[in-house]
């Protein structure tokens, strides 16, 4: 049964730093896709950073330059580093994970959060300006 949690989240200033964790277990972390999501009181659920099984990442443009997305995968764990954070980046963050989909025969990453399975329980980011 695949098992995540969150942590690291929390309230910092506008320009602070926050790093996100997620711990994964139940399944066989390598080879799987791994992302962060985050959804805002009445906002829909929206991808931040995605990784996939080789190492390549993607981001959102609103996130560009700021923020990291890593993993360890001997400590089947997903990180987030964000800095230089603004208020608009309040919101809590999820880390989903699922495996590739096979499109027109090459295996690709899922974007969106309807196309994961699996789901952390969040972790709160307050940015106060």
């Known amino acids: 049964q695949v098992h995540l949690v969150e942590s690291g989240g929390g309230s910092v200033q506008s320009g602070g730093s926050l790093r996100l964790s997620c711990a994964a277990s139940g399944y066989n972390y390598n080879g799987y896709c791994m992302a962060w999501f985050r959804q805002a009181p009445g906002n829909v659920r929206e991808g931040v950073a995605a990784i996939e099984s080789d190492g390549t990442t993607s981001y959102a443009d609103s996130v560009k330059g700021r923020f990291t997305i890593s993993q360890d995968n001997a400590k089947n764990t997903l990180y987030l580093q964000m800095n230089s954070l603004k208020p608009e980046d309040t919101a809590m963050y999820y880390c989903?994970?699922?495996?590739?989909?096979?499109?027109?025969?090459?295996?690709?990453?899922?974007?969106?959060?309807?196309?994961?399975?699996?789901w952390g329980q969040g972790t709160q980011v307050t940015v106060s300006s």
């Open positions: 989903a994970a699922d495996r590739p989909l096979s499109v027109a025969g090459t295996l690709t990453c899922p974007t969106r959060a309807y196309e994961y399975n699996y």
